[in-house]
């Protein structure tokens, strides 16, 4: 299967919300990769707060590892969130985002986001920072998913539940390509 073929999932939602448990739970299931979330690794490293600039390399990295995933796919490529993440940020910590995610963002689309609910308890991690905003956050997925016209599908329960909702839901969507 050529990579202009691989349908596009991506699992995205506020900060500890399970979107990585969820990529690697739907990479097994489906046989194919996730996408890590390259912003993950990048602030590890990260000595000072982010930046403008960081937004940026974080942008561009994300993009980079589709790139490199797509080829190993098979059939399903599963993100674990995009680029939107940065634009999420750079409004909340800038007050606007840099231009070229904006001019990006209409021309990376995903053919299904599972939005993944915050009704899981908060998991403490050093790289995570509004444990207080969660449904806030949750309004600005919504409200940036709606932006794009992006299909998408708010996922909630947890556990098992949570999985086996998520693949109904990619199953539905796929009988219907």
Request: proline share 6%.
């Amino acid at each position: 299967m050529t990579a202009d073929h691989i349908i596009k999932i991506a699992i995205v939602g506020p900060e500890s919300t399970g979107k990585s448990t969820m990529s690697a739970y739907l990479a097994e299931h489906y046989h194919t990769v996730w996408v890590p979330e390259f912003a993950r690794s990048y602030c590890e490293k990260l000595t000072e707060p982010c930046t403008w600039q960081d937004e940026i390399n974080m942008f561009y990295g994300q993009l980079e590892l589709e790139e490199e995933y797509l080829p190993k796919a098979n059939k399903l490529l599963i993100c674990d969130t995009t680029f939107i993440t940065v634009k999420i940020w750079s409004d909340y910590t800038f007050g606007s985002s840099p231009q070229e995610v904006l001019d990006e963002l209409p021309k990376h689309p995903y053919d299904l986001y599972l939005l993944l609910n915050i009704d899981l308890p908060w998991e403490e991690d050093p790289l995570r920072d509004f444990p207080h905003m969660r449904e806030h956050f949750m309004d600005v997925w919504h409200k940036e998913l709606k932006a794009l016209n992006a299909n998408y599908v708010v996922i909630s329960g947890s556990e098992q539940g949570r999985y086996d909702e998520a693949v109904e839901v990619i199953d539905e969507f796929l009988a219907t390509c």
